[in-house]
């Protein structure tokens, strides 16, 4: 009988430094987000991998008990099964970062009661964070306990929902993307060549002296398929709003505009989520060179996740899901930016700003290509690691 629990612990003990003392108890929202995750976790994993690579090992889904921002896939091949692992820190930033982001009445004015909300102190412009306890010691004093998520929670209703559709549609990413790195190969790829098969997200979560040195170019290649696959699912899922109460719903979040349609709000909704989990797991490029990061920078991220799934809805869309698909984009993307921007003091912006006006005019970082011209290299080995029909 295979003890998942420890395989999976001794797969990941070396490489995650775990803080297994988090600042708040089962009473609070953060451990009630925690419970509301599981089970759509695993839902994900089992249809998934059903529907992607029938004869697929079974994938095991496990909180990691740390409050940093960081997901982890590990595939081990004698014990024939895959683990994919979130820090709970990871998700109470992500719901911290959606509630404050709908507290602010400038961010995604036309949805619901902007009204209601009002500039918070400090909770506004707290910017990103990589670690859920240091941000809620940046926000206590000695007359005032440390914030929590009930703190930052919007106060008209439907803003709240809202927040917490885009929080899903992130998660949900998060988790594909962890998948796509056991199911594509890449995880087989690389305990191949260099004995291990943990893939760790975040540059701030690794311990270099058991960390095995992986060409940055090559890993930030794995990371752009991993992203192209999870863009394409939560895409899919995401414009799969199911019967009509659930788009009337959806719908009677806006107000503003006389027209709303619904299918280009969900993809607007979806361009928003994936662009700011981008940025939240964005690596401080003043202290790590692109050439040696993980992922590639946020904006370029944003970019190809939007080439991706524009490929599809040019392939097999019509003309009028191509043209709410532009626009769902413009609109998106902008919301995003501002809400980023907004957030952190405006200290975005202006970096964000210059990079798509760079886009705009086709001047692709040159970085980029290097990435795409090493994952076509080495896409056929990679392949070969993968499970039969994933790539199909």
């Known amino acids: 009988m295979i003890r998942h629990a420890e395989l999976f612990a001794k797969a990941i003990y070396p490489r995650v430094r775990f803080d ?73 930033l992500i719901y911290d970062m959606f509630y404050r982001m709908l507290s602010h009445p400038n961010i995604r004015p036309f949805v619901g009661n902007r009204d209601a909300e009002s500039v918070r102190d400090p909770y506004s412009m707290e910017g990103l964070w990589t670690n859920y306890n240091d941000l809620r010691a940046s926000r206590s004093s000695p007359h005032c306990r440390a914030g929590t998520l009930q703190d930052v929670v919007p106060r008209d209703r439907i803003r709240k929902d809202y927040a917490e559709l885009l929080a899903r549609h992130a998660i949900d990413f998060l988790v594909l993307h962890e998948i796509a790195h056991i199911m594509h190969g890449h995880c087989g790829f690389l305990a191949g060549h260099h004995r291990d098969a943990c893939l760790v997200e975040m540059e701030v979560l690794d311990d270099a002296p058991h960390a095995p040195h992986v060409d940055p170019i090559l890993r930030q290649a794995l990371e752009m398929d991993a992203d192209a696959y999870a863009s394409l699912l939560t895409w899919q899922q995401g414009l799969r709003i199911q019967g009509r109460m659930d788009q009337c719903v959806r719908g009677l979040m806006e107000h503003g505009s006389n027209l709303v349609i619904v299918n280009e709000l969900a993809m607007q909704d979806w361009t928003i989520a994936i662009f700011v989990l981008f940025w939240m797991f964005e690596q401080r490029p003043t202290s790590i060179a692109v050439e040696n990061r993980k992922h590639l920078p946020a904006q370029n991220r944003a970019s190809l996740a939007i080439a991706a799934v524009m490929g599809l809805a040019l392939e097999e869309g019509t003309d009028e899901l191509k043209s709410q698909a532009s626009r769902a984009f413009a609109v998106g993307m902008e919301d995003a930016i501002n809400a980023v921007s907004t957030i952190s003091g405006g200290l975005l912006g202006p970096k964000v700003q210059d990079y798509l006006r760079e886009e705009c005019a086709g001047a692709m970082h040159p970085h980029v290509h290097r990435v795409v011209e090493k994952w076509r290299t080495v896409h056929d080995e990679v392949l070969s690691y993968s499970f039969p029909s994933v790539h199909a």
């Open 20 to 92: 297994l003392r988090n600042d708040y108890n089962e009473n609070l929202l953060e451990h009630s987000k925690l419970d509301t995750h599981r089970n759509p976790v695993d839902s994900i994993l089992s249809e998934y991998c059903r529907l992607s690579a029938p004869n697929m090992p079974p994938i095991h889904f496990a909180y990691i008990d740390s409050p940093r921002m960081d997901a982890v896939a590990v595939f081990f091949k004698a014990a024939g099964c895959g683990y994919v692992g979130i820090c709970t820190g990871t998700v109470s």
